[in-house]
């Protein structure tokens, strides 16, 4: 009963901001990485950022370094991805995942929310 819901998503303007957020549940938040991932229209499934379960770490795509920042709150079960300086290639359908195991630098993910769609655009 793994569940992951995220939420936040909305129309944004170039340069705007918007925070999503990520409320789980079903597990032991607290002991797992995660990671926010995008799909633009017509596009496919692109990693954006991703957070150690502690929150100590954290990694960024190129495309977003800089301007998006990840992070958690253990104690609420959430996770946050806050962007700034929206641009129109950031509109996309953005999920949470929850990190299985990470083993010399490669990733693999167990379970996905249903996503938040954002759409920058002026």
């Known amino acids: 009963q793994v569940q992951l819901v995220e939420s936040g998503g909305g129309l944004a303007q170039p340069g705007g901001s918007l925070r999503l957020s990520c409320a789980a549940s079903?597990?032991?938040?607290?002991?797992?990485?995660m990671n926010w991932a995008r799909q633009a229209p017509g596009k496919g499934l692109e990693w954006v950022s991703g957070?150690?379960?502690?929150?100590?770490?954290?990694y960024y795509a190129d495309s977003v370094k800089g301007r998006f920042t990840i992070s958690r709150d253990n104690a609420k079960n959430t996770l946050y991805l806050q962007m700034n300086s929206l641009k129109p290639e950031d509109t996309a359908l953005y999920y949470c995942?929850?990190?299985?195991?990470?083993?010399?630098?490669?990733?693999?993910?167990?379970?996905w929310g249903q996503g938040t769609q954002v759409t920058v655009s002026s």
């Open positions: 079903g597990f032991t938040f607290s002991s797992y990485a």
């Open positions: 995942a929850k990190t299985l195991a990470t083993n010399f630098g490669i990733t693999t993910y167990d379970y």
């Open positions: 957070i150690w379960s502690d929150g100590r770490n954290t």
